[in-house]
C-alpha cells in the first residue's frame, strides 16, 4: 500500500461498523434476566455484521486457526485448521497461542502479521471498552508474540460464550416465559431470533454431564408460537403438538419432534 492507501485502510479499520447499543458486550448484572435474551441476539448479529466486515478488509484470512505438529522445530502442521468463529466454543487459548507462534515463526508475509494487528484495532472499535479492558488483561497474559488480533477476538468470543450455570439456567426460564403478544407487532421473525440465539449458546454449553437442550424444550417451543394473537397462526402449532405427542406416546417417549 502507498501511505495514502495505508492511511484510508486504518480509517476503515479504526472505525465503528456497530452501532454504540450493538457493540459486542456481556449481559447485564440483572438476577431477573431483563435483558437477557435481547442482549445476546443483539451480539450475535453484531457478530455477523463484525465478521462481514472483516471481509471487506480482507482480514478474515487470521480468524483461521493451525494445528502445528512442533512449532519449535518444523513449520510442518497438523490436518486440523479451525476458524475462530465457527469453532471458538470447543478451542483453547493455549491453541490459539500456538496458531500464533508458529504464524510468528514460520510465516514470513508481511501482511499476516498486518492484518493481525488489523483484526485487533477492528474489534477495539467494535467491543464495548467493559469487556475489551477484561480481555485485554487476559491478553496480556500471553507471549508478547501473540498478543495479537486472533487472540483477542478469542477472549471476546470465549467471554460472550462462556455463560454462568445460573446464567443458562435464566436463559431457559426467559425463553420458557416468552410470549408473542408482549412483543411489538408480534414480530415472529424477532422471536425466531431470540430462540436462536438462546439454542446455539445452550447448545455449545452443554456437555456430557449437563444438556441444557432438556428432552421437553421442544414442546416449550411449540407452546410459544401458540402464543400469538392469530388463533389460526396457534392452531398450526398445536396441531403439530398433538401429532408429536401421539407419536412421542407410541413409543413412551414425552415428545417428539
Request: net charge negative; charged share 20%; aromatic share 8%.
Amino acid at each position: 500500500m502507498t501511505p495514502d492507501q495505508l492511511l484510508e485502510y486504518t480509517d476503515k479499520v479504526t472505525k465503528p461498523v456497530l452501532a454504540r447499543k450493538y457493540l459486542l458486550r456481556l449481559p447485564p448484572s440483572d438476577p431477573e434476566g431483563t435483558e437477557l435474551l435481547s442482549t445476546l441476539s443483539n451480539n450475535q448479529q453484531s457478530l455477523e455484521t463484525f465478521r462481514a466486515h472483516l471481509a471487506l478488509l480482507d482480514c478474515l484470512d487470521v480468524t483461521d486457526v493451525y494445528s502445528p505438529i512442533d512449532c519449535l522445530n518444523s513449520s510442518a502442521l497438523g490436518p486440523e485448521c479451525f476458524n475462530l468463529f465457527d469453532n471458538y466454543a470447543t478451542l483453547t487459548k493455549d491453541q490459539v497461542i500456538l496458531s500464533n507462534k508458529y504464524l510468528d515463526t514460520w510465516v514470513d508475509e508481511p501482511y499476516i502479521q498486518e492484518n493481525m494487528s488489523f483484526l485487533k484495532m477492528a474489534l477495539k472499535a467494535n467491543v464495548d471498552p467493559d469487556l475489551w479492558n477484561r480481555c485485554y488483561e487476559e491478553h496480556l497474559s500471553a507471549p508478547v508474540e501473540c498478543q495479537t488480533g486472533p487472540l483477542m477476538l478469542y477472549l471476546v468470543l470465549h467471554r460472550l460464550q462462556n455463560c454462568s450455570e445460573s446464567t443458562l439456567n435464566l436463559l431457559l426460564i426467559k425463553v420458557r416465559n416468552l410470549n408473542i403478544k408482549d412483543h411489538a407487532g408480534e414480530d415472529i421473525d424477532h422471536i425466531v431470533r431470540l430462540v436462536n440465539t438462546a439454542v446455539a449458546l445452550l447448545k455449545s454449553s452443554s456437555n456430557e454431564d449437563r444438556n441444557y437442550i432438556t428432552h421437553d424444550f421442544s414442546k416449550d417451543l411449540l407452546h410459544l408460537f401458540q402464543t400469538t394473537s392469530v388463533p389460526a397462526f396457534n392452531l398450526v402449532f398445536a396441531d403439530i403438538e398433538t401429532t408429536k405427542q401421539v407419536e412421542a406416546d407410541s413409543i413412551g417417549s414425552p415428545v417428539v419432534v
